[in-house]
Antibody, heavy 118, light 112 residues
Framework: EVQLVESGGGLVQPGRSLKLSCVAS????????MNWIRQAPGKGLEWVAY????????YYAETVKGRFTISRDNAKNTLYLQMTSLRSEDTALYYC???????????WGQGVMVTVSS | DVVLTQTPVSLLISLGGQASISCRSS???????????LHWYLQKPGQSPQLLIY???NRFSGIPDRFSGSGSGTDFTLKISRVEPEDLGVYYC?????????FGAGTKLELK
């Protein structure tokens, strides 16, 4: 069974940093691209970042480029999102999602909440 | 960026009825490789989004044939026939053809 479990969220002050993790199980993690997607409270979905299976290709949404860094450790089956210079508008539920052939996010984690507030 | 416009914003449907959701793109979603990367998701209350349809018209594993997708180029449609209580939630389209990847704003399906 494919499982994605996010962690690392919490309350953080504007301008500070936070690192999210997503531990994968039930599939060969190193064979899949991975994504972070977020959802502000009561709002829709926003794609944040993508990393290919071997980390060769990385893309970001303009809203986070230069502040967020996506990475992965295939030996640990773990995806990361390092978030710096956090802003109130980064407050959201952050999901990690697996990407399969066909460029589709087929499995999502349960999400981890990040709240940026003083 | 590609803008996906979903209509309607909300739908009131009776149990057993049919729902139709439109997703229109600001530019063609046909990739240079010939594929169209337009997908549909359902987010049930309090849950993560779940994949329904990928690449316009392919049902994901375990999705009943009451769900069907169609369309091409810039116009796409998700149809739900014989609506059941577990179909309630917010439906999103997603395009993965152009970077950055973008979602529609969502269509909320509610029972009449």
């Amino acid at each position: 069974e494919v499982q994605l479990v996010e962690s690392g969220g919490g309350l953080v002050q504007p301008g500070r940093s936070l690192k999210l993790s997503c531990v994968a199980s039930g599939f060969t993690f190193s064979n899949y691209g991975m994504n972070w997607i977020r959802q502000a409270p009561g709002k829709g979905l926003e794609w944040v970042a993508y990393i290919s299976s071997g980390s060769s290709y990385i893309y970001y949404a303009e809203t986070v480029k230069g502040r967020f860094t996506i990475s992965r450790d295939n030996a640990k089956n773990t995806l990361y999102l390092q978030m710096t210079s956090l802003r109130s508008e980064d407050t959201a539920l952050y999901y990690c999602a697996r990407e399969r052939t066909g460029r589709v996010f087929d499995y999502w984690g349960q999400g981890v909440m990040v709240t940026v507030s003083s | 960026d590609v803008v996906l416009t979903q209509t309607p914003v909300s739908l009131l449907i009776s149990l057993g009825g049919q729902a139709s959701i439109s997703c229109r793109s600001s530019q063609s979603l046909v990739h240079s490789n010939g594929n169209t990367y337009l997908h549909w998701y359902l987010q049930k209350p309090g849950q993560s989004p779940q994949l329904l349809i990928y690449q316009v018209s392919n049902r994901f594993s375990g999705i009943p044939d009451r769900f069907s997708g169609s369309g091409s180029g810039t116009d796409f449609t998700l149809k739900i026939s014989r609506v059941e209580p577990e179909d309630l939630g917010v439906y999103y389209c997603l395009q993965r053809t152009h970077n950055p990847y973008t979602f529609g704003a969502g269509t909320k399906l509610e029972l009449k």
